[in-house]
């Protein structure tokens, strides 16, 4: 890592003259490089932050941009066919030469054939998102050579998907963007970050500073995992409109839906508030009565609430409709001020995390006790 990276957010966004930062950086950087040295040498990358996987954003330019700048981007499945994307993978190395990977919704139709895919592009690292994955599909990542990471609601389960061959665990709070579990990134990282060191684990939800990176990365964490904080950067495709929205807002906008029914458990999903918003209350009350007339059986109402939310997000992405659209976004939205490049976040967060703990050093070397001089009996 040169010795510039962070540099200039250390003395501009924090208003650091350069003989006041450079007091500790070397120190601070050292100190970093230990906490998310797990993290870097399983990525392959300078700096242990994952791009989320937001379908429709996630697609190569930012993916490699994120790559390119020393992150670790990751290509959103999604809905995608097989065919789709093996053309999305080559055009992601056609951008970088650096280390990235593909997220796999474990419900796919053709998860095996995207497995494959991604083996034969030699992706190095598949994410399997969307619940717990078989078994099977975790072998089939693994005898082809890749690293596979899976997501885990609790300890219990982060558990269970390592014996079934987890090479790696993220956790993800209620915080973050697009479909969300019931429990804080903060009460996740206590839960399982103390007890968890078998396996890397990267954390994700609702962070939006280098602080907070620090602050998981010495609970235990290898890594971070971070998605609406590159909604809008120069690289993503994201419609204008799209991006504006995003900038407009604030953390409390960013809300979770509602289940209505418990005979129909609907994952929520978390969301800047619009017509949308109400649009999906309606249509689930729509889906809830054809389900309660036996028109439709559970996982059939299941699948048009889930279509609901894919066509929408689509509208509000790529055709810029963020009215009718869905503006899927995680609680760190309000950090979200402006367009940047991908490289200006990364520097971004990284210069916050070593402003942090260089000021933690000076406080340290200006303490009495660290003046005192030692005893020499």
Same mark, same amino acid.
């Given at each position: 890592?040169?010795?510039?990276?962070?540099?200039? &957010?250390?003395?501009?966004?924090?208003?650091?003259?350069?003989?006041?930062?450079?007091?500790?950086?070397?120190?601070?950087?050292?100190?970093?490089?230990?906490?998310?040295?797990?993290?870097?040498?399983?990525?392959? $990358?300078?700096?242990?932050?994952?791009?989320?996987?937001?379908?429709?954003?996630?697609?190569?330019?930012?993916?490699?941009?994120?790559?390119?700048? =020393?992150?670790?981007?990751?290509?959103?499945?999604?809905?995608?066919?097989?065919?789709?994307?093996?053309?999305?993978?080559?055009?992601?190395?056609?951008?970088?030469?650096?280390?990235?990977?593909?997220?796999?919704?474990?419900?796919?139709?053709?998860? &095996?054939?995207?497995?494959?895919?991604?083996?034969?592009?030699?992706?190095?690292?598949?994410?399997?998102?969307?619940?717990?994955?078989?078994?099977?599909?975790?072998?089939?990542?693994?005898? =082809?050579?890749?690293?596979?990471? $899976?997501?885990?609601?609790?300890?219990?389960?982060?558990?269970?998907?390592?014996?079934?061959?987890?090479?790696?665990?993220?956790?993800?709070?209620?915080?973050?963007?697009?479909? *969300?579990?019931?429990?804080?990134?903060?009460?996740?990282?206590?839960?399982?970050?103390?007890?968890?060191?078998?396996?890397?684990?990267?954390?994700?939800?609702? *962070?939006?500073?280098?602080?907070?990176?620090?602050?998981?990365?010495?609970?235990?964490?290898?890594?971070?995992?971070?998605?609406? /904080?590159?909604? $809008?950067?120069?690289?993503?495709?994201?419609?204008?409109?799209?991006?504006?929205?995003?900038?407009?807002?604030?953390?409390?906008?960013?809300?979770?839906?509602?289940?209505?029914?418990?005979?129909?458990?609907?994952?929520?999903?978390?969301?800047?508030?619009?017509?949308?918003?109400?649009?999906?209350?309606?249509?689930?009350?729509?889906?809830?009565?054809? &389900?309660?007339?036996?028109?439709?059986?559970?996982?059939?109402?299941?699948?048009?609430?889930?279509?609901?939310?894919?066509?929408?997000?689509?509208?509000?992405?790529?055709?810029?409709?963020?009215?009718?659209?869905?503006?899927?976004?995680?609680?760190?939205?309000?950090?979200?001020?402006?367009?940047?490049?991908?490289?200006?976040?990364?520097?971004?967060?990284?210069?916050?995390?070593?402003?942090?703990?260089?000021?933690?050093? /000076?406080?340290?070397?200006?303490?009495?006790?660290?003046?005192?001089?030692?005893?020499?009996?």
């Amino acid at each position: 890592m040169s010795d510039g990276f962070g540099a200039a &957010f250390l003395e501009e966004g924090e208003g650091a003259t350069a003989g006041a930062f450079s007091d500790g950086l070397d120190a601070a950087r050292a100190e970093i490089d230990r906490l998310w040295s797990r993290g870097r040498e399983f990525l392959g $990358c300078r700096l242990a932050i994952m791009g989320g996987a937001m379908t429709w954003v996630s697609e190569r330019n930012l993916v490699a941009a994120i790559s390119n700048a =020393g992150g670790f981007g990751v290509i959103a499945a999604g809905s995608m066919a097989p065919l789709s994307l093996d053309a999305e993978i080559a055009a992601t190395k056609a951008l970088t030469r650096r280390p990235f990977g593909v997220n796999l919704i474990t419900m796919h139709p053709h998860l &095996f054939e995207l497995i494959d895919v991604s083996l034969n592009h030699r992706v190095g690292h598949v994410v399997l998102a969307g619940g717990v994955p078989p078994r099977a599909a975790l072998a089939r990542v693994k005898e =082809g050579g890749a690293k596979v990471l $899976c997501f885990a609601p609790s300890l219990g389960i982060a558990r269970k998907l390592i014996r079934l061959g987890a090479d790696a665990i993220v956790i993800e709070g209620n915080e973050a963007g697009g479909h *969300i579990g019931p429990v804080t990134t903060a009460v996740l990282a206590q839960e399982i970050l103390p007890h968890l060191d078998a396996v890397p684990v990267f954390v994700a939800g609702g *962070i939006g500073r280098g602080e907070a990176i620090v602050s998981y990365l010495e609970m235990g964490a290898a890594g971070v995992q971070l998605g609406t /904080r590159f909604v $809008c950067a120069h690289e993503s495709i994201a419609h204008p409109r799209f991006k504006q929205a995003f900038i407009r807002a604030s953390a409390r906008d960013a809300v979770s839906s509602v289940q209505l029914d418990p005979r129909l458990p609907v994952i929520p999903v978390r969301a800047l508030a619009n017509p949308a918003t109400q649009r999906f209350r309606e249509m689930q009350r729509e889906v809830i009565e054809r &389900f309660a007339q036996g028109e439709l059986s559970q996982k059939e109402a299941q699948l048009e609430i889930e279509r609901f939310w894919a066509g929408a997000l689509r509208r509000a992405v790529i055709d810029g409709d963020i009215e009718r659209g869905s503006l899927m976004a995680g609680q760190s939205v309000g950090f979200v001020s402006r367009e940047q490049s991908t490289g200006e976040i990364l520097e971004e967060l990284f210069g916050q995390a070593l402003a942090v703990l260089a000021a933690r050093e /000076r406080r340290a070397r200006a303490s009495p006790l660290a003046a005192a001089p030692r005893d020499r009996a």
